[in-house]
T-cell receptor
Framework: GENVEQHPSTLSVQEGDSAVIKCTYS??????FPWYKQELGKRPQLIID?????GEKKDQRIAVTLNKTAKHFSLHITETQPEDSAVYFC????????????FGKGTSLLVTP | DVKVTQSSRYLVKRTGEKVFLECVQD?????MFWYRQDPGLGLRLIYF???????EKGDIPEGYSVSREKKERFSLILESASTNQTSMYLC?????????????FGQGTRLTVV
């Protein structure tokens, strides 16, 4: 099945700096790549996603890039704020898993004032 | 607003007990999923269902079964609970169709097996 690797596992940045989280996937037929944010004690919530026919997508301070050839995708957060502190998960929808998402192990982001 | 509701926020069960975790969604989604979340391991797929009475094994189905008798409800069953099944369990649902398919999560059930 689909295997998603996520790095780094922890990331600490100062407020105002940028943060980048990277993921790789194994199934070249994967076609959907969402990013979820999970605040402490809360459920994961979608923050941005990208389909395989698009190379980049941006929504205010967050952006996602996809390199299908290299099978990797990245989350970019600019002008980080303390409320960006959370665990971020990347995911990929493989070709043999129906609509199920395979998740990376998560990145714990800490934004210090 | 999509609502995915899990029946319990916290559960404590004894080793060997049969445990039922219930999940209900109110948006007529075809797909429903059960994930297990452990520190450092992310979200791992246990089972999913794309239609009533249909089920598919995920990455870690051992020790679990599921039931989907109605479209809105997806149950996770631990036939004989063991301490290594102590974890946070997350249910999710999504709509079928081409293109993007956001998964909406429930609030989670923290299960402790003693």
């Amino acid at each position: 099945g689909e295997n998603v690797e996520q790095h780094p596992s922890t990331l600490s940045v100062q407020e105002g700096d940028s943060a980048v989280i990277k993921c790789t996937y194994s199934d070249s037929a994967s076609n959907y790549f969402p990013w979820y944010k999970q605040e402490l004690g809360k459920r994961p919530q979608l923050i941005i996603d990208i389909r395989s026919n698009v190379g980049e997508k941006k929504d205010q301070r967050i952006a996602v890039t996809l390199n299908k050839t290299a099978k990797h995708f990245s989350l970019h957060i600019t002008e980080t704020q303390p409320e960006d502190s959370a665990v971020y998960f990347c995911a990929a929808r493989g070709s043999n898993s129906g609509y199920a998402l395979n998740f990376g192990k998560g990145t714990s982001l800490l934004v210090t004032p | 607003d999509v609502k995915v509701t899990q029946s319990s926020r916290y559960l404590v069960k004894r080793t060997g007990e049969k445990v039922f975790l219930e999940c209900v969604q109110d948006m007529d989604h075809e797909n429903m999923f059960w994930y297990r979340q452990d520190p450092g391991l992310g979200l791992r797929l246990i089972y999913f269902s794309y239609d009533v009475k249909m089920k598919e094994k995920g990455d870690i189905p051992e020790g679990y079964s599921v039931s989907r008798e109605k479209k809105e409800r997806f149950s996770l069953i631990l036939e004989s609970a063991s301490t290594n099944q102590t974890s946070m369990y997350l249910c999710a649902s999504s709509v079928s169709g081409t293109g993007v398919s956001e998964a909406f999560f429930g609030q989670g059930t923290r299960l402790t097996v003693v």
